[in-house]
């Protein structure tokens, strides 16, 4: 289970010297919301390196250069969710120590608690540790500021803090992340025990606007467990905290998944459940929103192993656990995929959605669809489709549909 995702550059970190990883993206994706019609295309140079030395230090990073959005104002892949162009966009940055027992990391750092579900953030400015007590038993603990209330965007575009996306001109206050994970390891899988909380102070801005200070946390337990060729993957999760001065952070959430490879194909299955929220409350599904795990994006075909600005732009960017707004879910999800020929891999995904308390919606089904064509080892394509319905008092219907290429170097 990772709990610290300082290992995702392309070199092991106790082999002395540099190494480098680059890959080139763009995507094209347009979309039919209810006659509403967007075309867009994206593009984005990525690039992973680690410097390793005296076998135990090392400098990692993860840049993103050249990043923009061309076509209708829809820049859901841009950092600065406006279609305007980025030079360069650090994602993290940082260095680390390895020892025999003991990791410590500090800087602009990825870190994940549990599944992923709970936190899964790049660039968190701050320190991590990681104590390996025995072959059992580590321990994990970091702590770190997401954002300054000095750091405001003056161009008035949007941006998003861990709750969602605020106005640029506006702002909360400094926010800050600390969590520490429990984790242990058996012969069939692995268990993780974890706290984690994300809190801001009160912040008035310059229209002398003040924001009320705030603090989510969360405590979960998650895990994996093999049973022959079946694998087994589930976590728990409860929230809780103070959303502003009259409205409290509440959730109460769960999944479990059982995956069963084949010679040419997978099969996945999973089961989805959210408590909701009183009017009084809000429904907290995550610490935070950056790069969050999207069930929703199952189907839409194999990941590319390097970016993360791929196909998945198709799926919805919403919470599995919360897609109806404050009215938790009841559901279930199946995915599977088949490799045609060694290059070529079709994907398929269905998910389905029901509000566990009061909603608008009676319902949301998401139908996906993909395919995956590794040219060589420099070049990979794609192509997908997602249908998104929502039923009830209001329905509405999304179909989206894109094609990508990756060039690695």
């Known amino acids: 289970m990772a709990v610290h995702a300082a290992t995702d550059s392309p070199a092991d970190a106790h082999v002395n010297g540099f190494e480098?990883?680059?890959v080139f993206n763009v995507t094209t994706v347009a979309r039919d919301d209810d006659g509403s019609d967007q075309q867009y295309t994206t593009q984005v140079l990525e690039s992973r390196g680690v410097y390793t030395f005296k076998d135990r230090y090392s400098v990692n990073y993860w840049v993103k250069i050249a990043e923009g959005v061309w076509g209708q104002d829809f820049g859901v892949t841009n950092m600065s969710g406006a279609n305007e162009f980025i030079e360069v966009n650090i994602e993290t940055?940082?260095?680390?120590?390895?020892?025999?027992?003991?990791?410590?990391?500090?800087?602009?750092?990825?870190?994940?608690?549990?599944?992923?579900?709970?936190?899964?953030?790049?660039?968190?400015?701050?320190?991590?540790?990681?104590?390996?007590?025995?072959?059992?038993?580590?321990?994990?603990?970091?702590?770190?500021?997401?954002?300054?209330?000095?750091?405001?965007?003056?161009?008035?575009?949007?941006?998003?803090?861990?709750?969602?996306?605020?106005?640029?001109?506006?702002?909360?206050g400094d926010e800050y992340m600390l969590g520490v994970q429990l984790n242990t390891s058996f012969q069939q899988g692995d268990i993780a025990v974890y706290y984690a909380t994300d809190y801001s102070d009160e912040y008035t801005d310059s229209d002398d606007i003040t924001y009320d200070e705030w603090n989510l946390q969360a405590l979960g337990v998650a895990g994996h467990y093999n049973k022959g060729k079946v694998s087994f993957e589930g976590e728990m999760m409860t929230f809780f905290g103070e959303a502003s001065e009259d409205t409290d952070y509440t959730g109460?959430?769960?999944?479990?998944?059982?995956?069963?490879?084949?010679?040419?194909?997978?099969?996945?299955?999973?089961?989805?459940?959210?408590?909701?929220?009183?009017?009084?409350?809000?429904?907290?599904?995550?610490?935070?929103?950056?790069?969050?795990?999207?069930?929703?994006?199952?189907?839409?075909?194999?990941?590319?192993?390097?970016?993360?600005?791929?196909?998945?732009?198709?799926?919805?960017?919403?919470?599995v656990f919360d897609p109806f707004g404050n009215a938790g879910v009841i559901g279930a999800a199946v995915n599977g995929s088949y490799s045609v020929a060694k290059p070529v891999t079709l994907s398929a995904g269905l998910l389905f959605l029901t509000p566990e308390g009061d909603s608008d919606y009676d319902s949301l089904s998401i139908v996906n669809t993909g395919i995956h064509y590794e040219v060589n080892d420099m070049v990979k394509l794609g192509a997908a489709a997602s249908y998104k319905a929502y039923a009830g008092d209001d329905d509405r219907e999304l179909l989206s549909a894109g094609a990508a290429v990756n060039f690695y170097f």
Not at 106 to 116: D, K, Q, R, S, T
């Open 20 to 22: 480098m990883s680059n």
């Open 93 to 172: 940055l940082y260095g680390q120590y390895r020892g025999d027992a003991v990791t410590l990391s500090a800087g602009m750092l990825p870190i994940v608690v549990g599944n992923a579900y709970t936190i899964q953030v790049d660039g968190l400015t701050g320190t991590s540790g990681e104590w390996q007590v025995n072959d059992k038993f580590s321990l994990m603990a970091f702590g770190g500021i997401v954002s300054e209330n000095d750091s405001t965007d003056d161009t008035g575009l949007e941006w998003e803090d861990s709750r969602g996306t605020v106005d640029g001109d506006g702002g909360n």
């Open 252 to 319: 109460l959430q769960g999944y479990l998944t059982a995956s069963y490879p084949m010679d040419k194909s997978s099969v996945q299955g999973s089961l989805y459940f959210a408590l909701g929220a009183d009017d009084d409350e809000t429904q907290a599904t995550s610490i935070n929103k950056f790069g969050m795990v999207q069930p929703m994006q199952q189907g839409l075909g194999q990941t590319f192993d390097h970016s993360d600005t791929d196909l998945k732009v198709l799926a919805p960017p919403l919470s």
